[in-house]
């Protein structure tokens, strides 16, 4: 299998710079945005595998990039994260099409575990 490709996106840069080297370690290919508009440009060019995207950012929010990145590739896995999470905001995103959602403040291990299952499904 090649390389897990990636996407974050949040507009809280400390985010990206954390989860980057983190998720690296782990031999992912990883790119940061800060807005869903770079990321989507971004997407449209190459093949990304996950995205994981902040679900409230201006302009673009997250599950706009969500309905976005599927429309482009179905099969890839969007992985929502939000530091304002509500029962409907989840059920929301995962209707939509989400592969999972994860409340703020989280670790990277919890993420890891999140892709690990993502990539499963990938690879199916």
Known sequence: MDTLRI???DDEPIVGKRLKPALEKNGYEVETFTTGR???T???EGKFDIV????RMDEIDGIEVL????KIDPKTKVIIITGYATI???REA???GAFDFISKPFKPDELREVILRAAEEIRK
């Open 42 to 44: 971004r997407f449209e």
């Open 67 to 70: 309905k976005r990145a599927l």
């Open 94 to 96: 995962l209707a939509k």
């Open 38 to 40: 770079e990321a989507l």
């Open 88 to 90: 409907e905001m989840a």
């Open 7 to 9: 996407l974050i996106i």
């Open 52 to 55: 994981v995207t902040d679900i």
